[in-house]
């Protein structure tokens, strides 16, 4: 008899959890909406100045990755690059009205070089230039631009010996909304 009560139980509360999931989904009116997102207009494009040479590694032998939106790759290079090297994205597709995030992810190429790194005690200090290549910060300059105007521009640094990576957020305006047609 225990045995049939515990499995009563358990179906009750079960069930109840259920209506109640149910009670909350239909007194909120959740809809499930998909959005739309409407197209930048103009031309995009953009630029890396890389201020180092770009490498894979022995894991990943990709150098650069450049994707729109997390799944968008717009550039990806498996070959070295040399340091000064000015890469162009032309034309970049996927732009939308709002906001938009390019992820960067340069490598150095470290994990292969063997470079050791430079220890210091607390307090003590050394110029950048006196640091193994392994020890050193690298940057890129990232430029993006609509109709050939400097929309957004961000340097993105690395920590010593890491790769460099991070994410450029693009707000785009609606040209569509004009401020001179108010609430008429």
Known sequence: ?????????????????????????????????????????????????????????????????????????????EEEVPAGTVLVVDPVEGIVVGENEFYLKV?????????????????????????PAGGRSRAVRVRIFQDDQLVAEKTLWSEPG????GIIALHVADVSVRPDQGGK
């Open 1 to 77: 008899m225990r045995p049939l009560l515990a499995i009563a139980v358990i179906i009750g509360a079960l069930g109840s959890v259920r209506a109640y999931v149910s009670f909350v989904n239909s007194a909120t009116g959740r809809e499930h909406h998909q959005f739309q997102e409407t197209a930048a207009e103009g031309r995009f494009h953009l630029d890396l100045t890389l201020t180092f040479d770009a490498r894979g590694d022995v894991f990943n032998p990709e150098s650069i990755l450049l994707s729109l939106h997390g799944d968008t790759p717009l550039l990806k290079i």
């Open 107 to 131: 490598a150095t190429g470290e994990a292969e070089s063997g470079s050791e790194s430079a220890f210091l005690l607390p307090g003590e200090e050394t110029s950048d230039e006196s640091l």
């Open 162 to 165: 890491q790769a460099v990576e």
